[in-house]
């Protein structure tokens, strides 16, 4: 009895997580319908049989889970393990999540279609006014066209301002770097001895690049001739 009591329970299971991956897929698939570009007005085929679906597998799994419950119920104190309790929750709480994600999509679909038949319900409100008022439409239009143009100044003048802004930076940058230049001379000019310390170093320099190109050179002879 024991042996053909974990077998039922471990077909269960295994129907039970099987159903729960098919709800998982198709969510995915439900999920589409919140993002669509431009939602139809009304539900579609596709979204009512898939939401036909979920609904479905929803059901078979709360089958599913009594039929557990009531095999686990069945055994006796000391073979029903705490393992089976565990499982049992954990599929009772995925089913709970997904009835919750269920109806979240439904109604950011709802949502979603109710904003696209205002907004429809809207512009074909304005196209009715403006066909029966042809004057109100053109100056619309106008208007329109004054509101763009105004907004294109708008954008220029910020350019502008900010092309003046970094230009003065630039200028203030410049002037910054030539007083400090001015303050090195003149300390520099006022330091006795390091002008002349300067050209030494200069000249140390020039008499380590000369002796440095004449060892080069000479190497270089030296590498032809024995050749």
Known sequence: MSSATGSGWAQLRQQARSLETQTETLFHTYSQFVSLNKIPPKPTEEELRTEAQLQDLLERREALISQLSRLLDSESALSASALKQNNLSRHREILLEHHRELNRLRSSIAEARDRANLLSNVRSDI???????????????????????????????????????????????????????????????????????????????????????SFIAFCFLVFFFFL
Do not use: C, W
């Open 127 to 213: 196209n009715a006014y403006r066909a029966s008022n042809p004057g109100a439409a053109e100056a619309d239009y106008m208007l329109d066209e004054r509101r763009r143009i105004d907004e294109s100044h708008n954008m220029t003048d910020s350019v502008l301002s900010q092309a003046y802004a970094i230009n003065e930076n630039f200028g203030l940058q410049r002037e910054s770097l030539a007083n400090i230049n001015r303050r090195i001379v003149g300390v520099a000019s006022k330091i006795p001895g390091v002008n002349s310390l300067m050209g030494r170093i200069g000249s140390k320099k020039r008499r380590d690049g000369i002796i440095l190109g």
